[in-house]
């Protein structure tokens, strides 16, 4: 099995910064894409940002030129930096990755969710 661990959750004034990070750990032999996504009650869950394991990446349309996707591939852990935080981005944000485990099969995995609110 694959576990995902995020950290650095919070409070952030408008207008402040967060850093996300999330960690993978267990049967990994190989780690593709990860991504970050969040989901507030009663909505969706949706993609914030994605990267692969090359260091492409993707965007949803109301993060671009505010948050930073980047991933360290030695130490199976993906990052979002996240500045000129808006009200708007208050979510629980949840870390996901898909790859191949050990073991040969692939794997898919979500974090527990960390909360992110920003408030003044």
């Known amino acids: 099995q694959v576990q995902l661990a995020e950290s650095g959750g919070g409070l952030a004034q408008p207008g402040g910064s967060l850093r996300l990070s999330c960690v993978a750990s267990g049967s990994i032999f190989r780690i593709n894409d990860m991504a970050w996504y969040r989901q507030t009650p009663g909505k969706q869950r949706e993609l914030v940002a994605s990267i692969t394991s090359g260091g492409n990446t993707n965007y949803a349309d109301s993060v671009k030129g505010r948050f930073t996707i980047s991933r360290d591939n030695a130490k199976n852990t993906v990052y979002l930096q996240m500045n000129s935080l808006k009200p708007e981005d208050s979510a629980v944000y949840y870390c996901?990755?898909?790859?191949?485990?050990?073991?040969?099969?692939?794997?898919?995995?979500w974090g527990q969710g960390t909360q992110v609110t920003v408030s003044s």
């Open positions: 996901n990755a898909d790859g191949l485990e050990v073991q040969g099969a692939d794997f898919a995995s």
